[in-house]
Nanobody, 128 residues
């Protein structure tokens, strides 16, 4: 069983950058597909990005593609979300998720119900 802890959130201004980290413990993430989701007050949780075991990436919106980059460092047991050119509408709690995928090295997942494990999230606030 893997435990996930996010870090790197904070209060920034529009146009700034942040790099979120998701550190895993209890198990290596080598066998896990990973994802990032976010949730704003009063809104449903939404998919941000996913990365397969082999490093294939998927992003939810064109507005994220090019601004956000998901990556993984299996040696450090960590997944990252680099966010550039942040906008006020990016304000949310960002959570990482893991899905045990021992037989699916190239698959990534965009639905929250596809993931088995979740971190508690880190707050990102972008001021105008």
């Amino acid at each position: 069983q893997v435990q996930l802890v996010e870090s790197g959130g904070g209060l920034v201004q529009a146009g700034d950058s942040l790099r979120l980290s998701c550190s895993a413990s209890g198990s290596t993430i080598v066998n896990y597909a990973m994802g990032w989701f976010r949730q704003s007050p009063g809104k449903e949780r939404e998919f941000v990005a996913a990365i397969s075991r082999s490093g294939g990436r998927l992003y939810f919106l064109d507005s994220m593609n090019g601004r956000f980059t998901i990556s993984r460092d299996n040696a450090k047991n960590t997944v990252y979300l680099q966010m550039n050119s942040l906008k006020p509408e990016d304000t949310a709690v960002y959570s990482c998720a893991a899905r045990l995928s021992p037989d699916s090295i190239n698959l990534y997942y965009a639905r929250s119900q596809d993931y088995n494990y979740w971190g508690q999230g880190t707050q990102v606030t972008v001021s105008p």
